[in-house]
């Protein structure tokens, strides 16, 4: 059977389901916005990237290089890429503030600056790399699963390399990891850019997560197997701490709660736009992509490029203003991030997850960086700071407004080395001493 036929029988399932509750629609009225207040507990996970951040673009950078080191003045040249706010703060300075996680010094053979990952370090990233190797059936679910949400099962790879880290997709997206799985994915070309396709339709593959958890709360409540197909399954509302909802909206809101709930699996050509059930079959759409997250959320600029394969409106953004109580915008550091409330109990994920434990050390091994008063790095005097955020000067460039993506930071990296025969020549290896170290447990 054909994907185009799956398509058609998905696009007559949704007629059969969902065409009589729609005729109800003229009688309810869209949810009005709701001026949210900040949530402190969850603005603290979009504090923790911020720092984070560019030591995972300065890792994607060094982990393609022969022993992980890589001439001081490439890394220079692209440091833009990196969100490192304190202008007054270099790169090379940055750099000698973490001798944990990079050794930065002159080699003798040619005389210039280098920076090298230290043993620590590259344990780090091969047990990073290790953990995407473990992942992969799952990422494998989640990829087509993304698939199977858009319009035509098919999305650009250029997206889907932005989104590769918060899905745990592994960096050799396109030149192993879909070409591995011919039964699922295949790679298309339609005029400059590349697309991944659908090849397989899952049925058992097409069921929500909030269809998972509404089935499961029926059953620990004696209710059976229950239908949630069109059925006004009603989202969870949890607001921030001093906020409340005015009785008007309140009334708003529990009508629309009462409309029937469109599973982002199901055909969405048949939703008039700008109605209240296409709000419900968008916030129904954005639950899913974010539960198929890692940590359950994700930056509005990579959401907003996905408008035409999911069907979302050119002011995205007002969906989550509508919805407070669902999703959860921070913007800490210029960069709206948006979060699934009901994933957080404070701020921390209820789920766990292989690649958190990951960020977890990460994290440690960041914080035991130096920030030493009066200590001396490759004889250079370094001066700590006694905040660690003013010392590292993180945050989110702010050329762009909201930094620089996966996609955008690897092309860079790529043109970059095929300019500069000295950056990644045949006297690379000999320049730069191999160390080996073994993955940590």
């Not at 509005?300 to 999703?327: A, M, T």
């Amino acid at each position: 059977m054909t994907l185009a036929t799956l398509l058609r029988q998905k696009n007559l399932q949704a007629v059969l389901t969902l065409k009589p509750p729609w005729l109800l629609q003229v009688r309810f009225v869209s949810v009005p916005r709701i001026r949210a207040k900040p949530d402190r507990e969850l603005d603290e996970v979009t504090d923790r990237d911020k720092i984070l951040r560019p030591f995972f673009r300065i890792m994607d950078v060094m982990s393609g290089q022969k022993g992980l080191a890589v001439k001081l003045r490439y890394l220079e040249r692209i440091g833009w890429q990196f969100g490192i706010k304190n202008k007054t703060l270099t790169l090379t300075g940055f750099l000698k503030r973490y001798p944990n996680i990079f050794h930065v010094y002159k080699n003798p053979e040619d005389g210039r600056m280098w920076c090298k990952c230290t043993p620590e370090f590259a344990a780090l990233i091969d047990e990073d790399r290790q953990l995407f190797r473990d992942m992969e059936p799952q990422s494998v679910q989640t990829l087509r699963r993304l698939l199977m949400m858009a319009a035509v099962g098919r999305i650009c790879v250029d997206k889907l390399q932005d989104v590769r880290r918060i899905f745990g997709f592994p960096k050799d997206l396109v030149d192993r990891f879909i070409p591995e799985y011919p039964r699922f994915f295949k790679l298309a070309h339609f005029g400059l850019h590349t697309y991944v396709e659908l090849v397989e339709w899952d049925d058992d593959l097409a069921v929500s997560e909030f269809e998972k958890r509404a089935k499961r709360d029926a059953m620990n409540k004696g209710m059976g197997d229950i239908e949630v197909r069109g059925k006004p399954l009603p989202f969870k509302i949890r607001l921030s701490p001093g906020m409340a909802l005015r009785k008007k909206n309140l009334e708003v809101l529990e009508s629309w709660q009462k409309l029937p709930y469109i599973s982002p699996y199901e055909d969405w050509t048949l939703v008039t736009k700008g109605t209240p059930i296409s709000e419900k079959r968008l916030a129904a759409l954005m639950h899913e992509f974010l539960s198929l997250t890692i940590e359950k959320k994700a930056r509005l600029k990579v959401i907003q490029p996905f408008r035409e394969e999911f069907g979302l409106s050119q002011k995205v953004y007002h969906l989550f203003e509508r919805f407070p109580g669902i999703f959860y915008t921070s913007q800490r550091g210029a960069v709206k991030t948006i979060m699934l409330r009901e994933a957080y109990k404070g701020s921390e994920l209820h789920e766990d997850h292989p690649l958190l434990h990951f960020k977890k050390k990460f994290v440690e091994m960041v914080n035991a960086g130096p920030r030493l008063r009066g200590s001396k790095v490759e004889g250079e005097h370094i001066e700590g700071q006694a905040n660690e955020t003013e010392d590292a000067g993180l945050c989110e460039s702010s050329s762009d407004g909201e930094g620089m993506s996966d996609t955008d930071a690897a092309e860079e990296t790529e043109n970059e080395c095929r300019d500069m025969d000295d950056c990644n020549d045949d006297s690379n290896e000999g320049d730069v001493e191999t160390f080996s170290c073994k993955t940590s447990a």
